[in-house]
């Protein structure tokens, strides 16, 4: 890139923050074409034809079932594609429908009222709006087709004020189902966690008495119509750094994961994850990866934007460890590694995986250099 053009490229992007109305922004503004501050995708729009891997659905786990039959669902769907829809989940449908609702209200009121959440602080706040750029590639960060609402509903600190503060700025109406929804998942995630460590073998108390898990940030999504959309990246490849994710979706359509073709990375495909009415999909972050010794896959997943005149809404709620301490260790659990699987990962501190998370970016490097006789 010629000198000229990274500062024009540098500027964009100042200018496209200084507006505060994210992707949204640009569309309500008009625009017909991508500007140059966009990811475009690497490789072209995979082909539409029925492949086998194309026609491959993402199991359904009905929550329902008797207990042992779920888990061997569970465990088969987390060993194999990673992702899982959850259906008869407990989570009232009301709930849930009035969750994605609010979350496409807030991005879809006013700029004004919208620009005043705006924020690119990570951490800061206990609500922050904005377009987060992608810094995947190095030097150039550039944006996904995307503007996200971010929530976080703890840990609090002392200092912190009034814990949801920014929560509270919102209309009551949203504020009060995003709340609940809230909620309703913290009961839906603690159940997951007893699922998934007897999926591992270890009985249903052991995931939970080892991590503590919370679901404290939530990420409601907002991938707005493109008038290009072959020329845009909603979301860029990346692993969830969670324990495990929880996502909610409405109809549109967009989420793809990667799907093996022979287990060793040839043939890979991208795979459509089509939104199955009501259902909660379930995966597998690198967080649980490394815990349970490499036996729960954390599978890569993108979006790519579908349409030119609808704006798909997501929301993702992110399980992760509560014990967030330097003295807290992270690895494989210990019955999990035996004399035929020592363990692959040393221990490592929550800490030291989000900085190397934020050396790495979303790539799978970040958990690549936990591994036992890793260079890195
Ligand atoms: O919006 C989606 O479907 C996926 C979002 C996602 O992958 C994430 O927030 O980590
Ligand atoms: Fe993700």
């Given amino acids: 890139m010629a000198a000229a053009e990274v ?16 992707v949204r ?9 991508v500007p140059p501050i966009f990811l475009t995708p690497t490789a072209p729009p995979p082909p539409q034809q029925e492949s086998p891997a194309a026609a ?8 329902s079932l008797p207990r042992p039959d779920a888990v061997a669902l569970i465990r088969a ?13 407990g989570v009232p449908a009301g709930t849930l429908a009035a969750a994605v609702s609010a ?3 807030f991005h879809e009121q006013p700029r004004a009222a919208r620009s005043a959440f705006y924020s690119l602080e990570p951490g800061g706040g206990a609500v922050a709006y904005s377009t987060l750029p992608n810094a995947q590639r190095a030097g150039a960060p550039l944006l996904p087709w995307r503007d996200s609402f971010r929530i976080r509903f703890g840990p609090w600190e002392e200092g912190d004020g009034e814990p949801e503060l920014g929560l509270g700025r919102l209309p009551a109406a949203w504020r009060d189902a995003l709340r609940e929804y809230h909620r309703a998942l913290a009961g839906f995630g603690k159940e997951m ?26 990420a409601c999504h907002y991938y707005p119509p493109c008038p290009e959309p072959a020329r845009v990246v909603g979301s860029l490849e990346h692993t969830d750094p969670s324990l495990f994710t929880v996502l909610a979706q409405d109809g549109i359509g967009g989420l793809q994961v990667r799907r093996d073709g022979d287990g060793d990375g040839d043939g890979a495909e991208w795979v459509d994850v089509a939104p199955v009415p009501g259902a909660l999909l379930v995966n597998v ?3 649980l990866k490394v815990v349970s010794n490499d036996e729960l896959k954390s599978v890569e997943h993108r979006v790519v934007i579908k349409s030119t005149q609808d704006a798909r809404v997501s929301i993702a709620l992110f399980f992760n460890p509560a014990n967030r301490d330097k003295s807290d260790l992270l690895g494989p659990l210990p019955e999990l590694v035996t004399p035929e699987k020592p363990a692959l990962y040393r221990s490592f501190t929550l800490p030291e995986f989000i900085s190397s998370r934020r050396e790495y970016g979303h790539s799978r490097s970040s958990i690549e250099r936990f591994k036992v006789n890793s260079s890195q």
């Fill in 7 to 22: 500062h024009d490229a540098a500027a964009a992007l100042v200018a496209f923050h200084e507006s505060r109305a994210g």
């Fill in 25 to 33: 922004g640009l569309v309500e503004s008009g625009v017909t074409t």
């Fill in 56 to 63: 491959f659905a993402i199991p359904v786990v009905d929550l």
């Fill in 77 to 89: 769907a987390a060993r194999s594609c990673g992702f899982f829809h959850a259906t008869n989940h």
């Fill in 103 to 105: 979350a496409r209200a």
């Fill in 193 to 218: 966690v007893g699922l998934l460590s007897e999926a591992l073998g270890v009985g249903a108390e052991r995931l939970e008495e080892a991590m503590r898990v919370e679901g404290w940030l939530m």
């Fill in 285 to 287: 972050g690198d967080v």
